[in-house]
């Protein structure tokens, strides 16, 4: 287990009315300060496995694929936060990293991530997770405050190489006296609303980026089998009296994704 800031504490009532009118949270202790030695490890040991040939930000569902991920999402202090915004009960469907190497040249465009998946009820928290220190020279996340408020924007799509998601907002859409830099100690986390319109410039520093976002939702979310046929929950906190989704089991050891979306049986734990 890694150690935990002593500072940890549940989201104040200010907090809970700022990510309400404005769509996040941010710098909440998590991870003490000692404990970035071991985040950095555990981010060599998985990422490590993955092949050569394959893009880290282009794999996601670690949370099904590997256990320890998996207790990373689960560690009790980032799911009171979660709960002080989704109520007792909701589940875990997402975990993913967002690499960025000093000087690699990798953007994530503007983009709302409601307009990437189909859940209804739209209501999922992000958690972003800070493995090192993130500011604006290694190209921390970005919000606008205050746009999941304003419905859907347009989004184009951009294939453009160094773009890690190829749904785009136009910068004519985006209002750059709302736009906040979600800097970070390793160990803290932010969190954000599905509806916030994100994103983050590349890292032009001498030192890596990279953060894990995990997914919640409450359990009276549905997802459309169509689109996504690889979703599936898992149960974090409380009950799932609804029952809409498949279940992922908790992984028995550590495997690792070699897509985007996989669903829990392909994954293969090797080691
Ligand atoms: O890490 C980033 O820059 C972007 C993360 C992101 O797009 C997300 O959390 O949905």
């Given at each position: 287990m890694f150690k935990i800031d002593k500072n940890v504490r549940r989201l104040s009532e200010n907090e809970i009315n700022q990510y309400n009118k404005f769509g996040y949270v941010t710098?909440?202790?998590?991870?003490?300060?000692?404990a970035k030695y071991e985040l950095d490890k555990l981010f060599i040991d998985l990422s490590s496995r993955?092949?050569?040939?394959?893009?880290?930000?282009?794999?996601?569902q670690w949370h099904k694929a590997s256990l320890s991920f998996y207790n990373l999402c689960t560690t009790p202090e980032i799911l009171d936060y979660v709960e002080d915004l989704l109520g007792p009960d909701f589940v875990l469907w997402g975990g993913q990293f967002f690499l960025k190497e000093p000087l690699d040249g990798s953007v994530v465009p503007w983009h709302q991530d409601i307009q990437y998946w189909p859940l209804t009820p739209a209501k999922a928290v992000t958690v972003w997770l800070a493995l090192y220190d993130t500011d604006e020279e290694n190209g921390a996340m970005r919000i606008i405050k205050g746009?999941?408020?304003?419905?859907m924007f347009k989004h184009h799509t951009n294939d453009a190489n160094?773009?890690?998601?190829?749904q785009e907002v136009s910068e004519?859409?985006?209002?750059?006296?709302d736009i906040v830099s979600l800097n970070l100690k390793a160990g803290q986390i932010s969190l954000h609303d599905d509806g916030l319109l994100h994103g983050s410039l590349a890292n032009n520093s001498d030192r890596r980026r990279c953060g894990i976002t995990m997914r919640f939702s409450p359990t009276n979310v549905k997802a459309d089998l169509s689109v996504w046929p690889h979703f599936e929950t898992q149960l974090v906190r409380g009950q799932d009296p609804y029952k809409l989704n498949p279940i992922a089991p908790i992984p028995k050891g550590e495997g690792t994704p070699k897509e985007k979306f996989q669903h829990s049986d392909e994954f293969v734990e090797q080691w």
């Open positions: 710098g909440l202790p998590v991870f003490s300060s000692e993955v092949d050569k040939s394959i893009d880290l930000n282009k794999t996601a746009s999941h408020k304003k419905g160094n773009l890690v998601l190829d004519d859409q985006i209002n750059s006296d």
